[in-house]
T-cell receptor
Framework: NAGVTQTPKFRVLKTGQSMTLLCAQDMNHEYMYWYRQDPGMGLRLIHYSVGEGTTAKGEVPDGYNVSRLKKQNFLLGLESAAPSQTSVYFC?????????????FGPGTRLTVL | AQKVTQAQTEISVVEKEDVTLDCVYE???????LFWYKQPPSGELVFLIRRNSFDEQNEISGRYSWNFQKSTSSFNFTITASQVVDSAVYFC????????????FGDGTTLTVKP
């Protein structure tokens, strides 16, 4: 039982490049979330999913897209990376509503956009 | 809109001292959930506690204790007899039952425990 895993752990991009971050969970959780953490700040929600095939915008969705084609995977895409997207990205999953269930976090992906 | 404020940006204590991390939240909902997470230097997020708005009982877990007071909208976290391994960033978070469970995080308090 690996819990929540994220791929890759580190990535450096040039402005304008694209990439996809992969989040996988093996706990059969319905809900999945993508957050970003900037220095000196807490986590801010980018997008989330309440089930396979569904996605919704969070607090800071601009510049990102997501897909949840399979229940266990939640992909975060950057179509044209910008320096402002330099951050640490965390994925999380929960059995149900995060308010009633604990969120389980992945180890994070450190992304630098030059 | 909901908001979480952790007014203490950084705290430094000497080992064995007690330390309290403050968390003040804002929400108009009557049903909500409060969390504390620990983020050690390695970067992962470690869940510490979840508390719902209907349960104001204080909780103790080893050297950790939490004081939830709805009257002051606070959910403070105390570490007794701090240890160097407690050095980390601690986040308080708020989730609403009516908002797909999305969590709002405070900006975190960096705790440094010196030997």
């Amino acid at each position: 039982n690996a819990g929540v895993t994220q791929t890759p752990k580190f990535r450096v991009l040039k402005t304008g490049q694209s990439m996809t971050l992969l989040c996988a969970q093996d706990m059969n959780h319905e809900y999945m979330y993508w957050y970003r953490q900037d220095p000196g700040m807490g986590l801010r929600l980018i997008h989330y999913s309440v089930g396979e095939g569904t996605t919704a915008k969070g607090e800071v969705p601009d510049g990102y897209n997501v897909s949840r084609l399979k229940k266990q995977n939640f992909l975060l895409g950057l179509e044209s990376a910008a320096p402002s997207q330099t951050s640490v990205y965390f994925c999380a999953s929960s059995p149900g509503l995060a308010g009633t269930d604990t969120q389980y976090f992945g180890p994070g992906t450190r992304l630098t956009v030059l | 809109a909901q908001k979480v404020t952790q007014a203490q940006t950084e705290i430094s204590v000497v080992e064995k001292e007690d330390v309290t991390l403050d968390c003040v939240y804002e929400t108009r909902d009557t049903t909500y959930y409060l969390f504390w997470y620990k983020q050690p230097p390695s970067g992962e997020l470690v869940f510490l506690i979840r508390r719902n708005s209907f349960d104001e009982q204080n909780e103790i877990s080893g050297r950790y204790s939490w004081n939830f007071q709805k009257s002051t909208s606070s959910f403070n976290f105390t570490i007794t007899a701090s240890q160097v391994v407690d050095s980390a960033v601690y986040f308080c978070a708020l989730s609403l039952n009516t908002n797909a469970g999305k969590s709002t995080f405070g900006d975190g308090t960096t705790l440094t425990v010196k030997p």
